[in-house]
């Protein structure tokens, strides 16, 4: 097994400045939308008296589905080799 060679990243081309920037604006966008949310209500999610299965259920939903099938992959990688 080769042994891992560590060097210094070089933050002086456009190349870095633009992708730093555009991961500077998407995070930027993100927080912008989370205060959105926080500030708006339940209506931004689509959440009411009637519909109480809004925008942050499905996620959770979602994230514990997803985690439990990697979770089911991972034990069948182990148990077959």
Known sequence: MSTPRFQILKNSGAGYRLVLGLLVLLAGAGLVA????????????????????????????????????????????SVFG
């Open 34 to 77: 989370a205060h959105y949310m926080e500030s708006r209500g339940h209506q931004v999610t689509g959440m009411d008296n009637q519909i109480v299965w809004g925008l942050p259920h499905v996620f959770a939903v979602y994230l514990i589905l997803a985690a439990s099938g990697a979770l089911n992959a991972a034990s069948v990688s």
